[in-house]
């Protein structure tokens, strides 16, 4: 259901976290012919079932922001006499099709700019994507009818926003993607909010069960012991926490690079932006949002860059 807002509440230019003009990508891998009609030739039941199975897993999957492995939709998804049929692609394609009719969501392979660049995880030539194709309008009524509902999940999609920008207009560019240091990353963050650190806290492994990797901030430990939440001060997210679950999530991708050359490696992970990043936000949101915060118009030339099909996540301008 989606909620009317007055004109004096939210202006009719307001960009807003949303799934608005998303990026270029590639879909599933096709299914050959034989596999496809080997999955026509089978007992239409068993057949249903299958297409069925998988797109129950593939909505589950969309709708906590899982990553899918496409290697691993056959022993996830499939029914367990089906697991050795050979016929992922098309069901696959089968699935994907039946999400599109009915939900309106797309299942994508990450953008070609990310698949193909060797600083990416290899990782990410087999995951998949539900994206929210349908179209939102000025005022991002559908985004705020999905993420705005409760204060955390605004909080969350603020603090993504502002990373990527950072990570957009601040980030090191090596080989054409745009790397920036977690050290500067956090002093961003607190020139923002000083309820945020300056500097990235020591990761401490916590096998308390529901934190994102293994991983939970000091902060957080604390404040459980205290017997309070695992949150920062007043409506200040737990940094440490959202960028674990911002990469777990695919939004973004953390790696160490070796700039000393000493095979040490730097102190602190840098952060570019992932490929759930390029397909849900896109660059064109995350230029404009820029642009909001300073109080500017986008840039036109760069718009019009995006619009020749020359920004598909790319980090060169």
Not at 52 to 77: C, G, H, M, Q, V
Not at 122 to 131: A, G, N, P, Q
Not at 168 to 196: A, M, P, T
Request: hydrophobic residues 35%; negative net charge.
């Amino acid at each position: 259901m989606t909620q009317d807002y007055d004109d004096d509440e939210e202006p009719a230019s307001a960009m807003c976290f949303s799934q608005f003009l998303p990026e270029e990508s590639q879909a599933p891998p096709s299914a050959k012919l034989s596999e496809q009609d080997k999955l026509q030739n089978m007992d239409p039941s068993a057949r249903s079932r299958l297409v069925t199975d998988l797109s129950r897993y593939i909505l589950f999957k969309s709708l906590s922001n899982d990553p899918i492995d496409r290697t691993k939709l056959a022993k996830e998804a499939f029914p367990k006499n089906l697991q050795d049929a050979r016929v992922t692609n098309a069901a696959l394609q089968a699935a994907t099709e039946r999400m599109n009719q009915i939900f309106g969501l797309d299942v994508l392979k990450a953008p070609k700019s990310i698949v193909g660049n060797k600083t990416m995880p290899s990782k990410f030539k087999e995951r998949l994507f539900v994206v929210n194709k349908i179209k939102d309008n000025e005022m991002g009524l559908h985004s705020k009818s999905l993420h705005g509902i409760h204060i955390d999940a605004m909080v969350e999609k603020g603090l993504l926003m502002l990373v990527l920008a950072f990570i957009y207009c601040k980030g090191e560019i090596k080989d054409h993607i745009r790397w920036l240091d977690g050290g500067v990353l956090y002093r961003l963050l607190h020139s923002v909010d000083e309820n945020i650190p300056a500097e990235p806290a020591a990761e401490i492994k916590h096998k308390k069960e529901g934190g994102i990797g293994g991983i939970m901030s000091p902060s957080a430990m604390n404040m459980e012991e205290n017997g309070g939440g695992s949150g920062g001060v007043g409506l200040t997210p737990d940094v440490d926490i959202a960028l674990e679950k911002f990469v777990h999530l695919d939004y973004l991708v953390k790696k160490k690079f070796d700039r000393a050359g000493d095979g040490i490696g730097d102190d602190t992970f840098s952060y570019a932006i992932g490929p759930r990043a390029w397909l849900v936000v896109g660059e064109r949101q995350i230029i404009c949002f820029c642009a909001q915060v300073l109080d500017q118009e986008p840039d036109p030339t760069m718009l019009q860059e995006l619009n020749n099909g020359n920004g598909e996540g790319k980090m060169e301008q």
